[in-house]
Nanobody
Framework: QVQLVESGGGLVQAGGSLRLSCAAS????????MGWFRQAPGKDREFVAA????????YYTDAVKGRFTISRDDVSTTLYLQMDSLKSEDTAVYYC???????????????WGQGTQVTVTL
């Protein structure tokens, strides 16, 4: 059983930066593909970024390419999302997820954190 706890969210002006963290415990972190998802008010949860086991492969939704960077530290069992050049449309609750397979990220049976709020003001 993997427990995930996000942190680092907050209020930031457009153009600013935030770094989200997702601390994992209770499982073999290095064996899981990891991802970030977000849910804005009134919208479905959507994919943001993913990173493979070992970190050799990353993938981003088009809306964040060139602005967000996903990374992982298997020693500290922590997932990160560096968010730069933030826009108002990035406002959402951000969730991290863990999956045994890269292709399975986002499924209901993933391990999910409780989320952290990111609010970008104009």
């Amino acid at each position: 059983q993997v427990q995930l706890v996000e942190s680092g969210g907050g209020l930031v002006q457009a153009g600013g930066s935030l770094r989200l963290s997702c601390a994992a415990s209770g499982g073999t972190f290095s064996a899981y593909a990891m991802g970030w998802f977000r849910q804005a008010p009134g919208k479905d949860r959507e994919f943001v970024a993913a990173i493979s086991v070992g970190g050799s492969s990353t993938y981003y939704t088009d809306a964040v390419k060139g602005r967000f960077t996903i990374s992982r530290d298997d020693v500290s069992t922590t997932l990160y999302l560096q968010m730069d050049s933030l826009k108002s449309e990035d406002t959402a609750v951000y969730y991290c997820a863990a999956s045994r397979t890269y292709s399975g990220l986002g499924a209901r049976n993933n391990y999910w954190g409780q989320g952290t709020q990111v609010t970008v003001t104009l």
